[in-house]
């Protein structure tokens, strides 16, 4: 029982339209209250559950929305129907628990939904993503930790990537996910080392981090700090590189990493060639993940011939499991031979194994930069541009890219062009210079990090160059699917290499045939090289899973390049594509097929996509935009489908909404397709900080709670009441008539959108004793506190 005192505010319960009294004397148990909007003095029982504490002692904030329609303390319907929108966003998002895989900047497609799902259904998160090139690995990983994230589930992450590419996770993070991570180089090391003390621990410091797989390697103490932090969540990038021979420790990349796989917590590995060495390469990565399904002494062998199942901690999507995605479209050139390396180049020299080795590479270097002429005559870069200025012969390749580029340029197109060696991205970016007047991107090894995503941006860019030649650092990790065409102007040994080369423009979401343009020889070794790709089927369709069988091609070539007459006979390339397909068969019945358990299928697509609300964009924009617009920001359409401006300026009616300071001003779409376009534009979607800082504003605001409403309903009609409670991210709609009898059929449709109501008229409030309907109704609502509650009038439409 409240202890009233001389000059406390209350009101009546049940008598609202008294307004607010204030207690002149107490008379034992009787208390003397004034309320002056009714004109009149009462003596009520103190001890009375009627009388309420007014708003001048109880926040708000802290009072029920009961106790508020009973005191009269009504809010407007638009912030009323704002709160119950937010209610319907709020659960909609949900998606049937796709919630927290729709809010990045990308398309939607049904096999990464399909395999973050499988990911995430067991704890902790342990998982290969093994997805052939350019299936969207890096989608799949960024999906998975942001269920973790929106789950509260891990605090401490980092991204464990190769130096080429950890600027790239940085913005592939950011842009696409809205998350801010920081990367752990030496600078930022020297930083932390500055500002807290030798030896104090960066991972501490920075809770979501980037580093480089190099510099773990080279600095052992900063994986022991990684551990001593606790990571919550791990990530490694092109995981292949990490490496434990049989009988092995590791080799460093491997070292630096297991003692943070160790702590048993969420640990994603990305790599679309886990077999390329063997199956045990592939089953070390299984021992990160589940040590304790993989324990030590390993015998690869025998868990393959047993046929025991692996646990579900691997996924390997295929093109053929996704289907309908543009094919590759191969383009030979024809070229003459004169320009490829013969035999008596190097056969002098192979007479034992150094001088071999040395052979090789130089027969290697000579097919890759079509410098076998070159080293035969002593010529230079100069000489080779003094020779064209004359007409002498050169490069066939050359001559032939120069005369295709210009009109690639005139086009808008955009050509990728790979060489092996920095030898021959110079040779090329001075011809294209001196010959056509092409502007080029650079893209090499020797590049740091920011400035090889500069040249990627340039590149991308409409008005950048139309040409970006690239050495093998170009072909790992890289996202090129915006490229018209790809350009091998050598001839990698590898098939795999060939394929990452390839993999860099045939990815997801690709809307075009891929042009795949290669030179063909018209003999010798180089035209024995593309007649077995061929024959392979290398440029027509992916060779994911057959790349470890394909070793022994390169092999077959080396042992060949050392021969008097180098050439594949027909039963020599019969005898490579026998022994690939054999192998193929192996795989396909030992670790491939165990890796491809509960595969994504084509059939699977529809019910996945059935999941995502058809209209969460819409309601989103339609919620935010409204929502922003009552907290008195300013709102303004931009250019671009379903595009605004909002500024958080110094009109607003709040100081600061969770995560967003005053003066903040976002400029963005709610349209995917056009923020996926467009990504100077912010998204405006799930995981945004304005949209997250709007609906955490509403889950805390006690504005829209207690309202009165008339609503279009079904009949018969008349006065009601209407609770609606929260549990999470789902609401429960409860509604009474006057009578108390419950009405399904009105709860549905407040369930539903769009609901149709307005406020009530004044005829409307005066027809009815709200205070006696309010008395009667509310204990039949049972002592759960409504989230929301509105007094209403059900009117026929």
């Known amino acids: 029982m409240y202890a009233w005192s001389v000059g406390d505010h209350l009101t009546h319960r049940f008598n609202a339209d008294l307004g607010t009294g204030r207690v002149t004397a107490i008379e034992g148990r009787v208390l003397v209250v004034h309320f002056p909007d009714g004109q009149t003095t009462l003596r009520l029982a103190a001890h009375s559950d009627a009388l309420v504490p007014a708003a001048a002692v109880i926040p708000v904030r802290d009072r029920s929305p009961l106790e508020r329609l009973l005191a009269g303390d009504i809010d407007e319907t638009e912030d009323v129907l704002t709160r119950l929108d937010v209610l319907h966003l709020l659960a909609t998002r949900e998606a049937g628990g796709l919630g927290s895989f729709l809010g990045g900047r990308v398309r939607l497609f049904p096999h990464q939904l399909h395999v973050a799902e499988r990911a995430t259904a067991r704890l902790p998160v342990r998982w290969l993503l093994a997805d052939e090139v350019g299936l969207g690995k890096t989608i799949e990983a960024a999906l998975i930790m942001n269920r973790l994230l929106h789950t509260q589930r891990i605090e401490r992450c980092v991204v464990v990537a190769p130096d080429a590419l950890t600027v790239q996770w940085l ?18 090391l020297a930083d932390v080392a500055r500002d807290f003390g030798a030896g104090f621990n960066p991972f501490d410091v920075h809770r979501r981090a980037v580093i480089a797989l190099e510099l773990l390697v080279e600095r052992p103490d900063l994986a022991k700090q990684a551990a001593a932090a606790g990571i919550d969540l791990l990530v490694v990038d092109e995981a292949q590189r990490l490496r434990r021979p049989p009988g092995h420790p590791g080799e460093p990349g491997y070292r630096a990493v297991a003692p943070i796989a160790a702590l048993g917590r969420h640990v994603l590995l990305l790599s679309a060639t886990p077999l390329e060495d063997d199956a045990h390469g592939f089953f070390r990565l299984l021992q990160l993940l589940r040590p304790d399904e993989f324990p030590e002494p390993l015998d690869v062998d025998a868990r393959l011939a047993s046929g025991t199942p692996l646990p579900p901690c691997t996924s390997a999507t295929r093109r053929v499991d996704i289907g309908g995605l ?59 541009r003094a020779q064209a200025e004359a007409g002498d012969r050169v490069d066939p390749r050359l001559a032939w890219l120069i005369a295709q580029a210009p009109a690639w340029r005139d086009a808008g197109q955009k050509t990728l062009v790979f060489v092996a060696h920095r030898e021959s991205l110079d040779m090329l970016r001075d011809a294209c210079s001196a010959r056509a007047a092409l502007a080029t991107g650079l893209f090499h090894e020797e590049l740091s990090a920011a400035r090889r995503d500069l040249e990627v941006a340039r590149f991308r860019a409409g008005d950048g160059p139309s040409l970006l030649i690239s050495t093998e650092s170009g072909g790992e990790g890289r996202n090129f699917e915006f490229c018209d065409r790809l350009v091998l102007y050598d001839l990698p040994w590898k098939p795999s290499t060939v394929e990452q080369r390839i993999g860099r423009l045939d990815r997801i979401g690709r809307r075009i045939p891929v042009e795949i343009v290669y030179f063909r020889p018209d003999e010798g070794l180089g035209a024995s090289v593309v007649r077995l790709y061929e024959r392979l089927g290398l440029f027509r369709e992916p060779i994911a899973g057959v790349e470890p069988q394909l070793a022994h091609v390169e092999t077959a070539l080396d042992t060949l390049a050392l021969a008097p007459d180098a050439a594949l006979t027909d039963e020599d390339v019969d005898r490579l594509l026998g022994e690939a397909q054999a192998a193929r068969t192996r795989i396909h019945d030992a670790v491939y097929r165990q890796m491809h358990r509960e595969p994504f299928r084509a059939d699977l697509a529809p019910a996945l996509l059935a999941r995502v609300p058809v209209d969460l964009d819409a309601l989103m924009e339609q919620v935010v935009v409204n929502a922003a617009s009552r907290l008195g920001f300013r709102v303004e359409h931009a250019r671009g489908p379903r595009a605004y401006v909002v500024d958080f300026g110094n009109e607003a009616l709040v100081d600061s909404l969770p995560g967003v300071p005053g003066g903040s001003t976002f400029k ?130």
């Open 668 to 797: 963005g779409t709610f349209d995917r397709e056009h923020a996926v376009e467009d990504e100077t534009k912010d998204f405006f979607a799930s995981g945004h900080a304005l949209v997250e800082g709007v609906l955490a504003h509403f889950e805390e605001d006690p504005k829209g709670r207690a309202g009165r409403l008339a609503v279009t309903l079904p009949g018969p009609h008349g006065p009601g009441l209407v609770a609606i409670y929260k549990e999470g991210p789902q609401f429960e709609v409860v509604a009474l008539d006057g009578t108390g009898r419950p009405r399904p059929d009105w709860a549905a449709a407040f369930a539903r959108r769009p609901l149709t109501a307005r406020r009530l008229s004044a005829g409307e409030i005066a027809a009815h004793d709200w205070p006696r309907l309010l008395a009667r109704l509310a204990p039949l609502l049972g002592d759960r506190r409504p989230h929301m509650l509105a007094a209403i009038v059900a009117t026929p439409s």
């Open 326 to 384: 543009p094919p590759r479209a191969p383009r030979p050139i024809d070229v003459p031979a004169w320009w490829v390396p013969t035999a008596p180049l190097v056969a002098d020299a192979a007479r034992d194994a150094l001088a071999r080795k040395r052979a090789l590479d130089r027969v290697r270097r000579a097919l890759a930069s079509g410098a076998a002429l070159r080293a035969a005559q002593g010529l230079t870069n100069t000489d080779l």
């Open 171 to 188: 913005g592939e993070l950011w842009r696409k996910y809205h998350q801010v991570f920081t990367l752990l180089d030496e600078a930022r």
